[in-house]
């Protein structure tokens, strides 16, 4: 009866996994996971899953009645590089081309990688599993981010969110003439040239005079 109700919860694993999660949600699939295949003794499949719940969730903590085998084996995958998502922009004069990487994926773990970018406060545009390449204007701020999902489409790694998305401000927002600095520049130089004539005539001999300007 006991080995039909585990059969039973991978069932309702798989069936989890097959349809919409979140991250929490994934954690909780990957934890009773690992809780079946350490009573059934499928030393593979309990590999797996603490492998992969490592990667997704490093910090993870098992209730207090897990059994101690389990947790420290969890603990030995955890303190290992966990997975990392990092998207890669490469601007050109008109458009931008956008492409996620994933790393320390276990395997099975990244099902779908997603980009996102939107110019000043325009609509996002996504593109999965493939570069996105959105036209850009130079002078127009340009927003992104990137995630990795895992199953049941819940985001196991992001880089940046639609919340906080990485930015790159337009060219016209840094690059405005500094007309107060030149405006500075030109008065410093009349001070100085002023300075000067004055150093000319005291430096001038004793004997010699300074006269009005003689006009034809």
Known sequence: MQEADFE???????????????????????????????????????????????????????????????????????????????VELDQREREARLEARASGDPGGLVRHLRVAARVEDGAWVTAEDEPLTIPVDPERALAWYGEALGPGGAVVASDGSRDAPHRREGASAGDEVPWGWIGLGAGAAVVLAVVITVVVVATQPGDTQVTAPMFP
């Open 8 to 86: 039973g919860a991978s069932r309702a694993f798989d069936e989890a996994e097959s349809g919409t999660l979140d991250r929490a949600e994934l954690v909780r699939v990957l934890e009773g996971r690992a809780h079946v295949c350490y009573a059934l003794g499928e030393e593979a499949a309990l590999r797996a899953a603490l492998v992969r719940l490592a990667a997704v969730a490093p910090e993870h903590r098992f209730a207090p009645e897990a059994p101690p085998e389990l947790v420290e084996r969890f603990r030995d995958f955890a303190g290992q590089r966990r997975l990392e998502l990092a």
